[in-house]
């Protein structure tokens, strides 16, 4: 080895290399070591054969006779060949590369050219660690320097792309030359800003004879353990051999022997190509096989037989027609109609490599015709794509292709409908299967489809999860407890769990938490099992959950949470209660946005939130269309997969306004609203029969049901009549105006020292009104319950200090005062009713938020105004209150517009201050040794000014700009937002006790003897009637489903219309650009 390792022959430049040895000698490194020194051989020509062709006198081998081992024979006798005349010895060049001046690292092994695939594919896998992959992309072609087109570059940029997402390893020379070149830039490109496991494995499969300065790659003699060499690239060298490419990470070197020889590494690469895609993986979805396909562009004699080679091997083939030589040959041949003869062959040989064909002879002519036919007797195995119409998709769509008819043609695999089905499902090629598997000849049965389902699910692929229905699946027998469990635990974001149980503890929501704990102990379930816990009650938590038995609406939740948008539209579909299910995912995905850091999700969610309300609200309108009762019983239906809850409930927890808004459920609301009473009755009507009663019975007042037996007519009139809410509500209404009335006679007129008889009056009034607010405080539609039981506890606390001297007596009428604004605010709450009064109530609700962030400016401005003057202008004041006077009441007062003229010495007066602090008067200013005011007018003054420009001027026209934005705000939604609030009133006096104030304190005291009795009885248990098991139920839902058939045909119509109108649209502005041409080229 004496001038070997230059690599290079004599004369040629010696370039610098350096081997640096790792510092941290690893125990896996030297079994790696070991490994490869065992197993992976170099080849050394033992043989000096001359070469009666070489000037240098050169051994066929291509070494000159000083380059060879010691040891060597001269043979004169017989031909070179490099089984007899090469020796096999342990490798000497392996380890890390790294380019020199590009920071770029890679692997690299020189190995002989009859290593064992095998052992090659451990090597890769077990020892590099690179992941099994999914896919081979084997590239080829154009193995000289050219230019490359820039829709080529495209195609390319494309393929790497696919490599990457799918886990593919991409095959080429890996040489800094030719296409090579080329694909390594845009493997660069690509994974510039990615994460380390995301790049794309690029396996470069090159001679070791062709390499450049391969000198510095082999290991010296005292190297231990795995060591990095450092490889120069040289492009401005001009010999025969070529650099490594810097962008591939990994590089196999093949060695048989020789130097100078191109092509030795072929036959390594084929082999190792068929062994990988003969491997059986378990998991794959191509037959349990790792798929390769075999991409060319260009190329000459070495690009054929690759070709040729693969398709023996049965790989399929894709060919770029307009690339130039080989691969418009055969793309040309491809589309050629009739029997191929060889003269028409030889023709496109001649048209698209003229120069190549011309310098061969007769017989390497035939034998590229041999070859060529030999490629096209396996038409299904050859997939041709055009460069001019290189798309985003093209490659994607040819390489599916490619991989689906080599295996559907395959003899072992071509009735494994299975296999081909997630092959296509992979590939996401939905019209594939649809014309080429779903035909009307093959009957397929629900069990047939639920492996290629589940894959659907996991893999987010809607049309294929609706194409699986359109041809027998069942998805309420696939979706058993099993396949949900593996969905909810192994197939879930750990994120959105964790943002569900974020939304669930800030919300404290009933329905959130049902949901969590749904997702929870489905979770917990598989975790159980894992665990191989003894407690078969334990494992089986799932199956006695009542979740389990609506499985389609658990699918479609888990979709909804993971924001599958179009995955979660398919499962909607199928669910039964879809108005409810909408109304539920709509609640979730605006829960979830609210909690959830990234903004573009969170804009997704509430984009698919508003997506869901719109869909309950379209199909509620044409439910209400077609049938009220019907569409008002989908109202108050509710489900336990949601929680127990109704439509109504989950759209007002999500504020879907535009569902409560919409007519059909105002309606519903209005006969909850009403009672019995007819809507058709004026309300002027009602409300005189409040006073005179006998009117009820005369007809004055219509209602909706006239009662059968005219005996009881008169008594059904009159208990529909008192039942009403409205009735309740005016009737309420009325009596708290009384109330406030006797509040009002009391505090002015009548407030002695003993309790008067109106007095105790007032006070059973009060204890009444509290027991209603008790009653409700845990309903969630009363929404000022806590105050009235407030002002009756400080009203009660005032009779006590009445009895005491005269300042507490006049502490307890102070307290009923503030108790009387309390109450008399309260009638916000009852006019909210009013169509005109309720928007401008929910005005003046959001300008208070607005008022409280307004508050927060202005008191940055006013504390440090405040602070600054009163230190400006007084020495040591130690009295709190006056204190408060000159840092927050005076300040807040400038606002208004009342200037301060205790800052201007010229008009200071000191008749209104005191220099003790003994008086009731503010703190004299600082006075200075002239008796003068000390403070410093040309501060003050500009002081003054400067706060109340900012305050009158900037900060109230920012308030009122606020003001101004939230009134346009609810003013344009004026009716949505009232009929929205409308629903609490409706619902609060829906659920009150349907007894006229204040006569409801005898059903109160009714309740409290029955409460009483029934704790000294033994309890009852009631069982939970099943959801859905009604027959009511049961035909409300189908005739929802047939609402839903009939809405998802209009919306699929419309979209059918729209895309008809932008055809015709393009075709009118394709006329008119025509047109416009002509014109100019007559006018020219």
């Not at 009638?827 to 962030?853: A, E, W, Y």
């Not at 008191?859 to 000159?886: C, D, P, T």
């Amino acid at each position: 080895m004496r001038n070997r390792r230059n690599g290079t022959l004599e004369g040629s430049e010696v370039l610098y290399s350096s081997i640096s040895r790792s510092t941290d000698v690893l125990c896996n490194d030297s079994e790696l070591v070991s490994f490869i020194q065992e197993h992976f051989k170099k080849r050394e020509c033992v043989f000096f054969t001359r070469d009666t062709k070489s000037k240098d006198n050169l051994c066929k081998c291509g070494y000159s006779k000083s380059q060879h081992i010691e040891g060597m024979q001269v043979n004169n006798s017989e031909k070179w060949n490099y089984r007899k005349h090469t020796k096999e010895l342990p490798t000497d060049a392996f380890g890390d590369i790294q380019f020199e001046n590009l920071g770029k690292r890679g692997k690299y092994i020189r190995l002989s050219c009859d290593t064992d695939s095998e052992m090659l594919y451990d090597l890769m896998t077990e020892h590099w660690h690179l992941k099994t992959p999914n896919l081979v992309i084997s590239v080829t072609g154009g193995a000289k320097n050219f230019a490359l087109k820039p829709r080529m570059r495209k195609i390319f940029s494309r393929l790497i792309y696919i490599a990457q997402s799918k886990g593919a390893w991409i095959f080429t020379g890996g040489t800094h030359y030719g296409l090579m070149k080329y694909i390594g830039e845009v493997v660069r490109d690509n994974t510039i800003s990615r994460s380390s496991e995301e790049n794309v494995v690029a396996i470069g499969i090159a001679a070791w004879g062709m390499i450049s300065n391969r000198g510095s790659l082999i290991r010296s003699s005292d190297t231990e353990g795995y060591s990095s060499a450092h490889y120069i690239m040289d492009d401005i060298k001009r010999d025969p051999l070529y650099c490594l490419d810097n962008n591939h990470t990994h590089l196999l070197l093949v060695d048989d022997g020789t130097h100078g020889h191109p092509t030795v590494e072929a036959k390594l690469r084929t082999q190792l190509e068929k062994y990988i895609s003969e491997r059986v993986i378990p998991d794959s979805n191509y037959g349990g096989k790792i798929p390769i396909v075999c991409f060319t562009q260009g190329g000459g004699k070495e690009t054929l037989k690759a070709i040729n080679v693969a398709i023996k091997s049965k790989i399929p083939c894709i060919v770029v027609e307009g690339s130039g030589q080989i691969a418009d040959v055969i793309a040309s041949l491809v589309e050629a109609e009739g029997t191929l003869a060889s003269s028409s062959v030889k023709e496109r040989l001649l048209r698209y490599l003229p120069h190549t064909i011309s310098r061969l002879t007769e017989e390497e002519t035939e034998s590229w015709i041999r070859w060529i036919k030999e490629i096209l007797e396996n038409p299904h195995l050859l997939t041709v794509i055009k460069i001019e119409e290189a798309g985003d998709e093209i490659v994607s769509n040819a390489i599916s292709f490619a991989l689906y008819k080599a295996f559907s043609t395959n003899e072992q695999d071509k009735d494994n409908w299975n296999g081909q089905l997630k092959l296509l499902l992979e590939w996401n090629q939905l019209d594939l299967a649809s014309d080429e598997i779903f035909t009307n000849d093959r009957h397929w049965e629900s069990a047939d489809l639920q492996d290629v389902m589940f894959l659907a699910l996991i893999k987010d692929r809607p049309k294929f999860v609706r194409l699986f229905l359109e041809n027998g699946l069942n998805l309420r027998k696939f979706l058993s407890n099993e396949v949900l469990t593996e969905l909810f635990a192994n197939n879930f974001s750990s994120l959105v769990f964790k943002n569900l149980q974020i939304a669930k503890n800030s919300y404290n929501d009933a329905f959130l938490t049902f949901v969590w704990r749904m997702v929870e102990d489905f979770r917990r379930g598989i975790k159980k099992e894992d665990k191989n816990s003894k407690d078969d009650t334990e494992i089986r938590l799932l199956d006695e959950s009542s979740i389990t038995r609506h499985p389609l609406q658990a699918l479609f939740i888990w979709s909804v949470l993971q924001n599958k948008k179009e995955l979660s539209k398919v499962i909607w579909e199928q669910t039964r209660g879809c108005t409810l299910a909408a109304l539920g995912a709509s609640k979730l995905l605006k829960s979830l946005a609210k909690v959830k850091n990234d903004i573009n999700a969170a804009g997704e969610s509430e984009e698919l939130a508003n997506e869901y309300e719109t869909r309950a609200v379209e199909l509620f309108s044409d439910c209400y269309s077609s049938d009220e009762d019907l569409a008002e019983q989908l109202l108050t239906y509710s489900c336990e997969a949601w929680g127990g809850s109704n439509c109504l409930e989950l759209a007002v927890e999500a504020k879907d306004q535009q569902f409560i808004a919409q007519p059909g459920v105002q309606n519903f609301l209005s006969k909850q609203w009403y009672g019995e009473i007819s809507r058709d009755t004026k309300n002027w009507k009602i409300l005189l029969c409040l006073f005179l009663f006998p009117l009820i019975g005369c007809g004055f007042i219509s209602f909706r049901k006239k009662p059968v037996e005219k005996s009881k007519k008169l008594l059904l009139y009159y208990a529909s009549f008192f039942t009403s809410p409205f009735v309740v509500f005016s009737w309420n209404v009325i009596f708290y105006i009384i109330f406030l009335l006797l509040f009002a006679y009391v505090l002015l007129m009548d407030f002695q020292r003993e309790p008067t008889m109106l007095e105790l009056i007032l006070y059973v009034l009060v204890f009444i009104l509290l027991c209603d607010e008790v009653r409700q405080v845990g309903n969630a539609s009363n929404q000022n319950g806590l105050f009235p039981a407030r002002c009756f506890f400080i009203s009660s606390r005032c009779g006590k200090l009445r009895s005491s001297n005269e300042s507490s007596w006049y502490s307890g009428r102070v307290i009923f005062c503030l108790d009387y604004i309390i109450f008399t605010l309260r009638l916000i709450h009852i006019f909210t009713v009013s169509r005109n009064l309720g928007p401008k109530i929910i005005m003046l609700q959001r300008m208070l938020i607005d008022v409280f962030f307004f508050l927060f400016l202005f008191g940055v401005w006013m504390v440090a105004f405040g602070v600054a003057r009163q230190g400006i202008l007084r020495k040591n004041e130690h009295r709190w209150e006056w204190i408060f006077r000159s840092v927050i009441y005076e300040p807040y007062l400038a606002m208004f517009g009342q200037y301060p003229d205790d800052i201007d010495g010229t008009t200071y007066s000191f008749d209104r201050c005191t220099f003790s602090g003994n008086e009731s008067k503010p703190l004299c200013v600082e006075l200075d040794a002239d008796n003068h005011p000390r403070f410093p007018e040309w501060i003050t003054i500009p002081l003054v000014c400067i706060y109340m420009l900012s305050t009158n001027i900037l900060l109230v026209n920012l308030l009122v700009a606020m003001f101004g934005y939230t009134v346009g705000t609810v003013q344009e939604n004026n009716d949505q937002v009232w009929k929205f609030q409308r629903y609490f009133l409706v619902q609060e006096y829906g659920s009150r006790l349907t007894i006229p104030f204040p006569f409801v304190i005898f059903a109160y005291i009714y309740m409290v003897m029955k409460k009483c009795f029934k704790c000294c009885c033994r309890k009852e248990t009631k069982e939970s009637s099943v959801c859905c098991s009604k027959n009511e139920d049961n035909e409300t839902l189908a005739w929802e489903a047939v609402m839903k058939e009939n809405y998802l045909v209009k919306i699929n119509s419309k979209a059918n219309d729209s895309s008809e109108e932008y055809v015709c649209l393009f075709l009118s502005i394709s006329r008119m650009l025509l047109s416009i041409k002509l014109k100019i080229e007559i006018a020219k």
